[in-house]
């Protein structure tokens, strides 16, 4: 497991206004050195616009940027060690692979020696020699992609922004871009502050993610903590599928540091690890939502008889089925409905319970926890 601990980016209080609209609403948080960074949010949560600032294309209305202890808030783009990488990457179409790589190095007059050496280590980086003499037009959009990124590394920017730069590849193109992204950026020991909506992606490349809404960092955590100890009704339901059931506190006891919650007003169960010390935080009395992702549900044709399961009767309402696994919706019996992903494991074609069914649902109360916002 890496461990970073030199912060090299460090964003203070950081706040952008359009048209009387907070669009990045007083943001701090530090990036380290080598890390790659994701900022992950929906449309129009303000993503790019704190990439810009970064960037130096936007200026904050309020707050500092400080770049290894420098204070960047209002240096222009282009004196910032710093690249950025945009959905639509432009390369000079009448360059050829070589010439666009070697670029940035020509401006800023690199000796023809080491010129070579350095444009030949990238193109070896993103596995692009052999078509360094062809036209941007000859290739496919991932290998256009591959020497937009090797165009970016070619001059060892301290660190790449990238704005969703994988959005206009299909899907697999995408997968493999995923390996490669996290390959080079090991490689070239560069800071990556990545943008995305896509949490798929956010969870398979990043060492930490900062979950964004409105403006504001719902949760900043690494990939599994955010998928599976979301702080936020939010983040619970935009990193993943997952059932959000209403929850009432029964009972806190302190000793015991657990909360007794009734659940969709049916299920009794204890939350045990919980910080019920924090002033205020939990009351007896208190509407939440106990939160738990599908797939730690399972599901059986006869009751479940494990005393750490929580079990519970359910009703088959419908099934999706993705291939790996099928989603099913199940009801309790007061119509509440919870969603389990079950394994397709079997060799044969997965049989699945029809609305005839008799099933049982069983999970581990602490796969799951209550959220209060
Ligand atoms: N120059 C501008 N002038 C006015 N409003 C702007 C400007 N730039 C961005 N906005 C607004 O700020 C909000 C956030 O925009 P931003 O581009 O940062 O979102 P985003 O999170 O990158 O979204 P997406 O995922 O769609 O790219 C949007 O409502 C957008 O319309
Ligand atoms: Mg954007």
Not at 120 to 136: A, C, F, G, N, Q
């Amino acid at each position: 497991m890496k461990v970073f601990s030199m912060a090299m980016l460090d964003i203070q209080n950081v706040s952008k206004t359009y048209e009387d609209n907070l669009i990045v609403n007083n943001i701090s948080l530090t990036i380290n050195a080598g890390e790659f960074f994701t900022l992950l949010g929906p449309s129009g949560c303000g993503k790019t616009t704190l990439l810009r600032m970064i960037a130096g294309f936007v200026t904050p209305d309020s707050g500092k940027i400080l770049l290894d202890g420098k204070d960047i808030t209002h240096l222009a783009p282009e004196k910032r060690p710093l690249h950025t990488i945009f959905q639509s990457y432009a390369l000079f179409p009448h360059m050829t692979v070589y010439d666009n790589i070697a670029f940035p190095l020509k401006m800023a007059k690199w000796e023809k020696v080491k010129l070579n050496e350095q444009v030949l280590e990238l193109l070896e980086d993103v596995r692009l020699t052999k078509y360094m003499s062809r036209y941007p037009h000859e290739l496919s959009g991932g290998q256009r992609q591959r020497v937009a990124i090797a165009r970016s590394l070619v001059d060892r920017p301290k660190l790449l922004l990238l704005d969703e730069p994988l959005s206009a590849l299909d899907a697999r193109l995408r997968e493999h871009m995923h390996v490669e992204l996290v390959k080079l950026q090991e490689e070239t020991e560069t800071t990556f502050i990545y943008v995305t909506h896509d949490q798929g992606e956010a969870l398979a490349l990043s060492n930490r993610i900062a979950v964004l809404n409105h403006g504001k960092i719902e949760q900043l955590d690494k990939p599994q903590m955010v998928y599976t100890r979301p702080d936020t009704h939010f983040v619970a339901d935009f990193l993943g599928k997952c059932n959000l059931l209403r929850a009432e506190i029964l009972g806190i006891d302190y000793e015991g540091k657990y909360l007794k919650l009734r659940v969709a007003d049916s299920l009794e169960f204890d939350l045990f690890d919980l910080d019920v010390d924090t002033p205020n935080m939990y009351f007896v009395g208190q509407i939440g939502w106990y939160f738990i992702r599908p797939e730690k549900i399972s599901a059986k044709k006869t009751d479940i008889d494990d005393e750490d399961l929580f079990s519970a009767r359910v009703f088959v309402k419908g099934y999706y089925y993705y291939g790996g696994e099928t989603l099913y919706e199940f009801l309790l019996e007061n119509g509440t409905k919870i969603q389990a992903m079950l394994s397709n494991t079997k060799t044969e074609q997965s049989k699945f319970y029809t609305e005839e069914s008799l099933v049982y649902v069983a999970f581990d109360p602490q796969a799951g926890n209550f959220l209060i916002k």
